[in-house]
Antibody
Framework: QVQLQESGPGLVKPSGTLSLTCAVSGGSISSSNWWSWIRQPPGKGLEWIGEIYHSGSTNYNPSLKSRVTISVDKSKNQFSLKLSSVTAADTAVYYC??????????????WGQGTMVTVSS | VIWMTQSPSLLSASTGDRVTISCRMSQGISSYLAWYQQKPGKAPELLIYAASTLQSGVPSRFSGSGSGTDFTLTISCLQSEDFATYYCQQYYSFPRTFGQGTKVEIK
C-alpha cells in the first residue's frame, strides 16, 4: 500500500525559500501516476500548487508559478517542493498527494499526513 | 480558471438524516469532478471521482451525481463518523481547483 510522508522545516523566514520533500513508500514514484503538492492555510480551503511526473514533466498553478519548483528524485523515490520569496500568506499545512491513475486521473487518491509550515521572522 | 461554488457552507444535521451538498462550476467540466471528506487535523480523503464513482472502501451511503456545471454529493443516512468538512474538486482543466468546503455539524 502506497504511503506518502512529507518532511521539511516547520518555520521559514519571510523572503526565504520553503523546501519540502515527500517520500513515497510501498510503491514506485515511476508508476503511471502524477504526484502533487496541495496546501491549506489555517482554517481555510485547499489550494493545488502543482504536480510532477517521474519523467520530470510538471504543471503549476499560475498563481504560484513564478515562485514554485517541483522536482523528482527517482533514486530516492521522492519528490520535492520549493517555494521562493515566501510571505505570511504562505503559512499553511502542505500536503503531498498521489494523482489517481486511469479513470479519475486528476483526483487525489492518496495523501500524506501534511506538514505545517509557518512563515515568520 | 474554473471557479466553484459550494453550498451550503454549513449544514446542521442529525444522525440518520439524508443530506445533500451542491457544487456549481463557472463553466462545464463534463464529469471531471471529485468529492473529499476532511476531518479536523487530518488529510482529505477521496470519496467519489468521475462525479459518481465511489472510491474503493467508501461506504455506499455516499453517492454523487451531476455533469456539466451542477453536481451533488448525497449522504443517504448520516452516521456519527460523517460529521466533517466536504470539498468538491474539478480536474477538467488546470489549475485544479477546490470548492470552499461544506462543514457538516451535529444539529
Amino acid at each position: 500500500q502506497v504511503q506518502l510522508q512529507e518532511s521539511g522545516p516547520g518555520l521559514v523566514k519571510p523572503s526565504g525559500t520553503l523546501s519540502l520533500t515527500c517520500a513515497v513508500s510501498g510503491g514506485s514514484i515511476s508508476s503511471s501516476n502524477w504526484w502533487s503538492w496541495i496546501r491549506q492555510p489555517p482554517g481555510k480551503g485547499l489550494e493545488w500548487i502543482g504536480e510532477i511526473y517521474h519523467s520530470g514533466s510538471t504543471n503549476y498553478n499560475p498563481s504560484l508559478k513564478s515562485r514554485v519548483t517541483i522536482s523528482v528524485d527517482k533514486s530516492k523515490n521522492q519528490f520535492s517542493l520549493k517555494l521562493s520569496s515566501v510571505t505570511a500568506a504562505d503559512t499553511a499545512v502542505y500536503y503531498c498527494a498521489r494523482n489517481k491513475d486511469g479513470e479519475g486521473s486528476g483526483a487525489f487518491d492518496i495523501w500524506g499526513q501534511g506538514t505545517m509550515v509557518t512563515v515568520s521572522s | 480558471v474554473i471557479w466553484m461554488t459550494q453550498s451550503p457552507s454549513l449544514l446542521s444535521a442529525s444522525t440518520g438524516d439524508r443530506v445533500t451538498i451542491s457544487c456549481r462550476m463557472s463553466q462545464g467540466i463534463s464529469s471531471y469532478l471529485a468529492w473529499y471528506q476532511q476531518k479536523p487535523g487530518k488529510a482529505p480523503e477521496l470519496l467519489i471521482y468521475a462525479a459518481s464513482t465511489l472510491q474503493s472502501g467508501v461506504p455506499s451511503r455516499f453517492s454523487g451525481s451531476g455533469s456539466g456545471t451542477d453536481f451533488t454529493l448525497t449522504i443517504s443516512c448520516l452516521q456519527s463518523e460523517d460529521f466533517a468538512t466536504y470539498y468538491c474538486q474539478q480536474y477538467y482543466s488546470f489549475p485544479r481547483t477546490f470548492g470552499q468546503g461544506t462543514k457538516v455539524e451535529i444539529k
